[in-house]
């Protein structure tokens, strides 16, 4: 299932509903097929993705170097970073604009 973010500052973010249930629960919110992040809660909500995203980049860093991983062909990992940047950009943009601003998301059911 896919989920569409709207802001009224920036363009529509499309996502698949897992990742968009991760995000949200990183935020506080729940996975409905409706919802909105106002314009009082797009800071700290932004805030809980960018310190999510730290601790990942962190603890990937701390993992131990595997000796023969220059053998094996690298595998493309798409992380949190990767994932959570275009809903973080859209918070910070979307939080610097006037107090209607909002951000809204739907999906066809919850997920």
Avoid: C, N, Y
């Avoid at 299932?1 to 729940?30: H, P, W």
């Avoid at 409905?32 to 601790?55: S, Y």
């Avoid at 209607?100 to 739907?106: F, L």
């Amino acid at each position: 299932m896919i989920v569409q973010f709207d802001s009224t500052e920036t363009a529509e973010i499309l996502m698949f509903a897992e990742t968009a249930k991760l995000l949200l629960d990183i935020i506080g919110k729940e996975s409905t097929a409706r919802g909105v992040i106002t314009q009082p809660e797009m800071r700290e909500a932004a805030a809980r993705l960018q310190a999510a995203v730290d601790a990942s980049r962190q603890a990937a860093a701390a993992e131990p170097e595997d000796e023969d991983a220059e053998a094996r062909p690298k595998e493309v990992i798409v992380g949190l970073s990767q994932r959570a940047w275009p809903l973080i950009d859209m918070l910070q943009r979307t939080a610097h604009s006037g107090p209607e601003a909002h951000v809204v998301w739907r999906a066809a059911s919850d997920f």
